[in-house]
T-cell receptor, first 113, second 114 residues
């Protein structure tokens, strides 16, 4: 299997622009997670899905952030409008079942100027 | 709520030295415990896990034992290599039904010098 795929790997944008991050989970996995990693705050869970349904979005920082999972093989995290404080590495992870290993993608490094 | 506390880094060791990275947790009930490793420029990878008290997880020479009495899951390796240089994250998972997520510690940067 190719593992969790994220695109783009790097994104540089200007404040106020819309940013869309994409994730393809491992085939057959029924959980999908979005994380944000910064030096100041460490690794934070933003939202997770089970069978394409959002289960817990309490980590989404503001209404500027939204996530969707239209089908089992694709998810997006959108930031609109983006701000410099959104600069971070965003990881997508997937797992099969509960309480088991999460497989992480390589991450998207977002820089908002 | 759940929380994970791991020792502050960075940790710098010479090759073949002994490694310990401390991790303690706060949770109700019986969480599963994990150590993840992040190599430079990559995502996190599971290093080892333990799902019940007194279990020992091991992989690639690393070990950690689930100690419920001390709520700890310390990571150890007897002889580190330069290739072990990475950030190490302790984590726990707990949840029932559809309420499941991992809680991570802040990570410990390990640098191993030749």
């Amino acid at each position: 299997d190719a593992g969790v795929i994220q695109s783009p790997r790097h994104e540089v944008t200007e404040m106020g622009q819309e940013v869309t991050l994409r994730c393809k989970p491992i085939s057959g996995h029924d959980y999908l997670f979005w994380y944000r990693q910064t030096m100041m705050r460490g690794l934070e869970l933003l939202i997770y899905f089970n069978n394409n349904v959002p289960i817990d979005d309490s980590g989404m920082p503001e209404d500027r952030f939204s996530a969707k999972m239209p089908n089992a093989s694709f998810s997006t995290l959108k930031i609109q409008p983006s701000e410099p404080r959104d600069s971070a590495v965003y990881f997508c992870a997937s797992s099969q079942g509960q309480g088991v290993e999460q497989f992480f993608g390589p991450g998207t490094r977002l820089t908002v100027l | 709520g759940n929380s994970v506390t791991q020792m502050e880094g960075p940790v710098t060791l010479s090759e073949e030295a002994f490694l310990t990275i401390n991790c303690t947790y706060t949770a109700t009930g019986y969480p599963s415990l994990f150590w993840y490793v992040q190599y430079p420029g990559e995502g996190l990878q599971l290093l080892l896990k333990a799902t019940k008290a007194d279990d020992k997880g091991s992989n690639k020479g690393f070990e950690a034992t689930y100690r419920k009495e001390t709520t700890s899951f310390h990571l150890e390796k007897g002889s580190v290599q330069v290739s072990d240089s990475a950030v190490y994250f302790c984590a726990l998972s707990q949840g029932g039904g559809s309420n499941y997520k991992l809680t991570f510690g802040k990570g410990t940067l390990l640098t191993v010098n030749p």
